[in-house]
């Protein structure tokens, strides 16, 4: 397991490279990666900046990582954050999970982003044509990680 929230961009083959090498036992690894929107909420979006408490985050996210290997076997997780300034079309989030097959990938992958986006301490704010607003959590994001308390 391995979390870093950071301000410096992630090269997605390298970290899945790491995810895996070494580990003959990984037949799947599953992954997702957010990138920053020029629109959002109907307005057009030319920059944002994230903020987090440090310790505080990490902790949040290597909590949410641990629950999901324990609801599925999973071998490795490797998740990134940024923090700091950016611009439509920069990489904001990867999660990439390992597993002997693609449905427990799957899952574990889809289960840590609906949880990182409803649980973890990150504040965004958006550089609009109307101004500065901070970004409030989304409803479809709590719908979605509540279906995995079911």
Known sequence: MSVSVQEADFDV???IAALTAGDPRAGAVASFVG???DVNDGAGVSEMALEHYPGMTEKALEAIVAEAKARWDIYAVRV???VGRLLP???I???AVSSAHRGEAFAA???IMDYLKTRAPFWKREVTPAGA???DARETDD???ARWEK
Do not use: K, N, P, T
């Open 13 to 15: 083959g390298a970290e």
């Open 35 to 37: 990138l920053v929107r």
């Open 80 to 82: 990134i954050h940024r």
């Open 89 to 91: 079309c920069d990489r």
């Open 93 to 95: 989030v990867f999660v």
């Open 109 to 111: 992958c889809e289960f």
């Open 133 to 135: 607003r901070w970004v």
């Open 143 to 145: 719908d979605a990680a």
